[in-house]
């Protein structure tokens, strides 16, 4: 029988894998060895497969499991953003819709003429604050305890802190139709 001489020549990339896997050994020695595992494979056992076929089978069910119970609450949270955008959105055009509504009361009230016994001015912040707190804490309007504060101040006299007293109290039925000591009765039951 002839002997034929065989070659193998890795390229680089298997050259290194075979230093890596066999660092010390000699050229036949990685031949004999690879060679033996050709002749030779591995025996696999079929029940040992089969059983880590059944754990992986197993895995993966419980797996798509979890996938669907986090589709279903990225489902829901998405509903709920829904939800709660489509709320926004509602609550924003009926804001929008109030803004207007009130916008146009105050270009009307702008717009028309004050009658004989109306007033309209700014209340410079410091003096809002403090008179729309009392207002809420006696449960009555603003300009009430303007025009209570004004009545009393002129009618009771007790002092003259703001500005003096120019209405006598002889001018009253010429200035109000109403006698000094009527006005002041009158304000007396008010307290």
Avoid: C
Avoid at 140 to 158: A, C, G, H, K, S
């Amino acid at each position: 029988m002839v002997e034929k001489q065989f070659t193998a020549r890795p390229n680089e990339e298997q050259r290194d894998k075979l230093n890596e896997l066999f660092p010390d050994a000699t050229h036949k020695e990685i031949f004999d060895h690879l060679f033996s595992a050709w002749q030779n494979p591995p025996k696999l056992d079929n029940a040992e497969l089969i059983s880590e076929n059944e754990v992986l089978k197993s895995e993966n069910a419980e797996l798509k499991k979890e996938v669907a119970t986090l589709h279903l609450e990225q489902k829901s949270e998405a509903t709920l953003v829904l939800n709660e955008n489509e709320r926004l959105v509602t609550e924003k055009e009926r804001l929008e819709k109030e803004k207007a509504e009130l916008q146009q009361q105050i270009d009307t009230a702008k717009e028309r003429p004050l009658a004989e016994n109306e007033l309209r001015f700014k209340v410079p912040p410091l003096h809002w604050s403090l008179l729309t707190e009392y207002a809420k804490r006696m449960k009555t309007q603003p300009e009430n305890i303007l025009i209570d504060m004004f009545l009393r101040y002129v009618v009771e006299q007790y002092n003259q802190w703001f500005f003096p007293f120019l209405v006598e109290k002889s001018e009253f039925i010429a200035v109000t139709g109403k006698s000094y000591k009527t006005v002041l009765n009158w304000l007396q039951t008010q307290k």
